[in-house]
């Protein structure tokens, strides 16, 4: 089964503290790894995609990375603007674009 | 923002009531999917669309009906709402299966 699993829950830092999230995922053939923001009540917001192991995508002061096994997201300086929920999706091959989410990071950034 | 538009935002509605949420895009796409997020349980895909009157189900299709008439529009339908399908809906539209999915703001759907 396919399975996508977000870590930590919930993260606070202070500006400027730089750190990571995870996230784990098995899959039956991934096609692609997709990061979303999301900010409250809003949908969520397109960050990245990652389709093979070793990739690496940037984008201001985050970055995520791609294994066979996990994706970080790195956030490096943070401001209090990237308070959001970060969330994590797979999609594998003749699916149909169906898209897996874990259950998502939330981040909060204290000035 | 990609032109998406969900509606209503909000509804508050009895259980065995029929509930329709509209999901309206201008950026002629192929693909359309409805979600339903819950605490505990992130995004769960209920139905998708990939193309005028084609439909699949998702994980969470039961209780759910969809239809696409137009490739501007697709409807979920809950026949006869339930407490248990409270949630936030959120519509998706993407070009094609390796593009990425991009949401509306969600309808806020409490049954009471």
């Known amino acids: 089964e396919d399975q996508v699993t977000q870590s930590p829950e919930a993260l606070r830092l202070q500006e400027g503290e730089s750190s990571s999230l995870n996230c784990s995922y098995t899959v039956s053939g991934l096609r692609g790894l997709f990061w979303y923001r999301q900010d409250p009540g809003k949908g969520p917001e397109f960050l990245f995609t990652l389709y093979s192991a070793g990739e690496e995508k940037e984008k201001e002061r985050l970055k995520a990375t791609l294994t066979k096994k996990e994706s970080f997201l790195h956030i490096t300086a943070p401001k209090p603007e990237d308070s959001a929920t970060y969330l994590c999706?797979?999609?594998?091959?003749?699916?149909?674009?169906?898209?897996?989410f874990g259950q998502g990071t939330e981040l909060s950034v204290k000035p | 923002d990609a032109g998406i538009t969900q509606s209503p935002r909000h509804k508050v509605t009895e259980t065995g009531t029929p509930v329709t949420l509209r999901c309206h895009q201008t950026e002629n796409h192929r693909y359309m999917y409805w979600y339903r997020q819950d605490p505990g349980h992130g995004l769960r895909l209920i139905h998708y669309s990939y193309g005028v009157k084609d439909t699949d189900k998702g994980e969470v299709s039961d209780g759910y009906s969809v239809s696409r008439s137009k490739t501007e529009d697709f409807l979920l339908t809950l026949e006869s709402a339930t407490s248990s399908q409270t949630s936030v809906y959120f519509c998706a539209i993407s070009g094609d299966t390796n593009q990425p999915q991009h949401f509306g703001d969600g309808t806020r759907l409490s049954i009471l």
């Open positions: 999706a797979v999609q594998a091959y003749n699916q149909g674009g169906k898209l897996i």
